[in-house]
C-alpha cells in the first residue's frame, strides 16, 4: 500500500526524477462500505477490480511468492506496465480466493471485475516451473494459461454467485464460460464477445478515455496523451453495426475510464470528467435516432451553467480556439482557420503582439499570411471574453503551404494529421507532443518532394526532430537535401549526419545549407534508424521519425 517514492511528471520523461515522498494508503472495510452505501442511496453500483494475473506488482510487493521468480521486489514507483505476474501455484488461487471473498462480502455487486489486461508473459516464458506446469495441463502456450487462470477464477466467483468481468484480453486463450468482457483495446473485442453470446461493456480507448486530452494539449493539463474531445464522445455508438438484433443485446452498455497517474486532485479528475460524462450519459440513455451534435451543443452553455452552480470544477475546452491551416481552394495558398469545438461566439485576434479586445478584428473564414506572424485570439459573447486569450506563431518560408509529396506515408497517432502538417508554419512544444503538430514516421525515412511553384534560390532547409526513448521515438541518422529545376534531375545540395548517439529526451535541430542555388523542387529524406531498443520494455522496436516542420529558406 506504500511506495517509497512517485515519479514527476510523465512517465516518457527521460531521464526520471522522482520526488522523494513516501506515498499510500488504504481504506478501512468501513470505508469501503460507506462508499458503496453513498452509491447506493444515488442507485449506482460500484464494481471493483481485483487486477489479475498481470499489473499484480504490489501484491507481489507484499508477498513475493505470489510472483513467479521468487524474488522480493519494491512497490513500484512510476506508471506503466510491470512484467511481475502471479505464478499458478495452489497456495496463490487460495490467497486470491480469501482477497475475493473480502472484496464480495464489501461490495454487493453482480459483477467481480478482475482485470485480466496487460498481463506481459515474460516471466511465465523464461520459468522452468511454469512451463512444466503449462505442459502437465495440456496447456498450448501463456495465452491459455491466462485462460486457465481467469477460467479457475470464474468458477469460485461464480460459487458465490457472482459474475466475472474483465478486460478484452480475457479473450486469448479461449473465454471463460460465463465471463462479461469490457472492451477497451477498441471494439473488436467486445464484438467477439457479443456474437460468441458473452455480456459486453464497451469501453474503448478511441471514444472513451477521459484521462486522455480534450482540447490542444498546448492549452490543456499534462496529460497520458490520447485525445477524445467532446464531440468524439458524443458520436460513440455502443452497439457495433455488426452485430445482429439477437447478438446486439449482449452490449450492456458503455463506460468511461479515468486513469489518474496524472490526475492528483478531486477537482482535476471533474476537469477530465464533465462534460464529457454528460455527453456519454446521453450516449448511452437515448436512442441512437435521438442523439444529435448540434441540439447537444445548444443545451451545453446551460448545462456548465448548472455544473458552475454545483460547484464542480468542469472543463470549458469546448470553448479554447484551436488553429488549423487548410488549403484555399480558391488561390491556392494556406489559410489559418480558427474555431472552438462548441462554434459559438465572436472570435477576435491581433496579428501585432497585443491582446485582443471586443474591438479587435473579427475573424470570419480564414486568415491569409504574407510573413511570418503570432496570431492572439480570444472569443467574446458580445462584451464577454470566454475562456483565455489563446495565440499561435506562425513561420511563413518558402515551403508554407506547399504539400510535400511522402515516399513513405505518415502515420497517424491520436492526433489527425495531414498532407501540410509539415508546412504549415507551426512547431510543436513539449506540451503539444501529442497534438496534430507533429507528424510522425514509424519505421520508415521521411522522404518528401516539396514543389515551389516556381524557381527560387534556396539557401537552407531546417527540420527539427525529437527523442523520447520511452516512445522509441529516435531522431534521424542524416538529413539530406536535393534540389532540382525540372522535378526529373535531382542534384545532392547538401547533407548533415547526427554523428552522436542519442540520450535522454531532447530536440534536435537539423540545418542544411544548401549553398544558395536556384530550384523549384527540393527533396528531403531524413533517415530513419530504423529500430530501437524500447526504454520502457527493453525490447527491440519500430523506430518512429518525429517532426513538426519542414523550414526551406
Ligand atoms: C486498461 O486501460 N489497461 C484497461
Given amino acids: 500500500a506504500w511506495r517509497k517514492e512517485t515519479l514527476i511528471g510523465h512517465s516518457y520523461e527521460s531521464p526520471k526524477k522522482y520526488d522523494g515522498k513516501r506515498y499510500g494508503g488504504y481504506y478501512t472495510q468501513d470505508e469501503v462500505k460507506e462508499v458503496v452505501q453513498y452509491a447506493a442511496e444515488r442507485y449506482i453500483t460500484v464494481v471493483p477490480e481485483i487486477e489479475l494475473p498481470g499489473h499484480a506488482s504490489a501484491a507481489i510487493a507484499a508477498y513475493p511468492t505470489l510472483g513467479v521468480t521468487g524474488k522480493p521486489i519494491d512497490v513500484v514507483t512510476s506508471w506503466g506496465i510491470f512484467p511481475n505476474i502471479f505464478n499458478i501455484e495452489d497456495s496463490t488461487f487460495l490467497f486470491l480466493e480469501d482477497v475475493l471473498t473480502e472484496v464480495m462480502d464489501l461490495f454487493p455487486s453482480e459483477y467481480i471485475h478482475v482485470g485480466g489486461d496487460e498481463a506481459i508473459k515474460e516471466q511465465w516464458e523464461a520459468s522452468p516451473r511454469i512451463q512444466q506446469q503449462i505442459r502437465q495441463l495440456g496447456l498450448k502456450n501463456e495465452h491459455e494459461l491466462q485462460s486457465y487462470f481467469i ?283 501529442f497534438s496534430d503538430l507533429w507528424q510522425r514516421f514509424n519505421k520508415v525515412d521521411l522522404e518528401a518532394t516539396i514543389d515551389l511553384g516556381k524557381t527560387d534560390t534556396i539557401e537552407m532547409v531546417k527540420a527539427r526532430f525529437v527523442s523520447i526513448p520511452h516512445y522509441s521515438i529516435v531522431p534521424p541518422k542524416s538529413l539530406s537535401v536535393q534540389l532540382s529545376l525540372d522535378g526529373k534531375e535531382y542534384t545532392k545540395a547538401g547533407a548533415v549526419t547526427r554523428g552522436v548517439a542519442v540520450e535522454g529526451n531532447s530536440v534536435w535541430e537539423y540545418e542544411v545549407n544548401v549553398k544558395t542555388l536556384p530550384a523549384r523542387y527540393v527533396m528531403i529524406k531524413a533517415e530513419n534508424v530504423g529500430s530501437v531498443k524500447s526504454e520502457k520494455t527493453g525490447k527491440f522496436k519500430d523506430a518512429v521519425l518525429m517532426t513538426d516542420e519542414i523550414i526551406i529558406e
Avoid at 479473450?171 to 477498441?186: D, I
Avoid at 452497439?239 to 443485446?249: H, I, Y
Avoid at 446551460?302 to 488549403?327: D, H, M, P, Q, T
Fill in 151 to 433: 477460467k479457475r477464477i470464474e468458477k469460485f466467483i461464480n460459487s458465490k454467485g457472482r459474475k466475472l468481468i474483465g478486460w478484452d484480453e480475457i479473450l486469448e486463450g479461449g473465454l471463460a464460460p460465463n465471463a462479461a468482457v469490457m472492451s477497451w483495446r477498441g471494439t473488436a473485442g467486445g464484438e467477439a464477445a457479443a456474437k460468441a453470446g458473452h455480456y459486453v461493456v464497451m469501453s474503448p480507448t478511441s471514444h472513451l478515455y477521459f484521462d486522455y486530452y480534450q482540447g490542444n494539449p498546448g492549452n490543456e493539463p499534462l496529460a497520458i496523451g490520447g485525445y477524445t474531445p467532446l464531440q468524439k464522445v458524443y458520436s460513440y455508438e455502443p452497439t457495433p453495426e455488426s452485430l445482429t438484433e439477437e447478438e446486439a443485446k449482449y452490449i450492456l452498455g458503455a463506460q468511461a475510464n479515468v486513469w489518474t497517474e496524472y490526475i492528483k486532485t478531486p477537482e482535476h479528475v471533474e476537469y477530465m470528467v464533465f462534460p464529457r460524462i454528460s455527453a456519454l450519459a446521453e450516449v448511452v440513455w437515448s436512442p441512437r435516432e435521438k442523439r444529435n451534435w448540434d441540439w447537444f451543443k445548444s443545451k451545453l452553455p446551460e448545462l456548465l451553467e448548472r455544473y458552475k452552480l454545483r460547484g464542480i470544477n468542469y472543463s470549458n475546452s469546448v470553448y479554447k480556439i484551436a488553429f488549423k491551416s487548410v488549403l484555399d481552394s480558391v488561390n491556392g495558398t494556406l489559410k489559418v482557420v480558427m474555431g472552438n469545438e462548441l462554434g459559438t461566439g465572436e472570435i477576435r485576434y491581433t496579428l501585432d503582439g497585443s491582446n485582443p479586445t471586443k474591438n479587435s478584428s473579427l475573424y470570419k473564414d480564414g486568415i491569409h499570411l504574407r510573413e511570418t506572424s503570432t496570431i492572439k485570439t480570444q472569443v467574446f459573447e458580445g462584451d464577454m471574453p470566454l475562456g483565455n486569450i489563446e495565440e499561435q506563431r506562425f513561420i511563413v518560408h518558402k515551403a508554407y503551404g506547399k504539400e510535400p509529396q511522402f515516399t513513405h506515408p505518415y502515420t497517424i497517432h491520436h492526433f489527425p494529421t495531414h498532407g501540410l502538417t509539415l508546412t504549415d508554419g507551426m512547431l510543436g512544444s513539449k506540451l503539444t507532443l
